[in-house]
């Protein structure tokens, strides 16, 4: 059974940072691409951020450029996002995402297969 558990979310003032983990166990396969996607209320699921296998690809969702930077710990099966410069917009449930089909640069995509249950950040101004 596939489970991604996520930590690290929480209230911070605009300006400040957080950094998000993700664990994940039982993939049948050792090879495989992680993320994260965020959902703030009324409004659909974004891309944040995605990082192959090796950590040589990652990619950003345009409203995080500059901003948060994706990693991962593959002796820990563990990715991380690190989020800095945070402003009131960037509040959403954000949710930890595994393999599925990832190609990055121009016209670049993730399209996840298992999700997390997701963790809360709120920023306030």
């Known amino acids: 059974q596939v489970q991604l558990v996520e930590s690290g979310g929480g209230s911070v003032q605009a300006g400040g940072s957080l950094r998000l983990s993700c664990a994940a166990s039982?993939?049948?396969?050792?090879?495989?691409?992680m993320g994260w996607f965020r959902q703030a209320p009324g409004k659909e699921r974004e891309f944040v951020a995605a990082i192959s296998w090796s950590g040589d690809m990652t990619d950003y969702g345009d409203p995080v450029k500059g901003r948060f930077t994706i990693s991962r710990d593959n002796t820990k099966n563990t990715v991380y996002l690190e989020m800095d410069s945070l402003k009131p917009g960037d509040t959403a449930v954000y949710y930890c995402?595994?393999?599925?089909?990832?190609?990055?640069?121009?016209?670049?995509?993730?399209?996840?297969?298992?999700w997390g249950q997701g963790t809360q950040v709120t920023v306030s101004s």
């Open positions: 995402a595994a393999d599925g089909e990832y190609w990055s640069g121009t016209g670049g995509a993730y399209y996840p297969t298992y």
């Open positions: 039982g993939l049948p396969f050792p090879n495989y691409p």
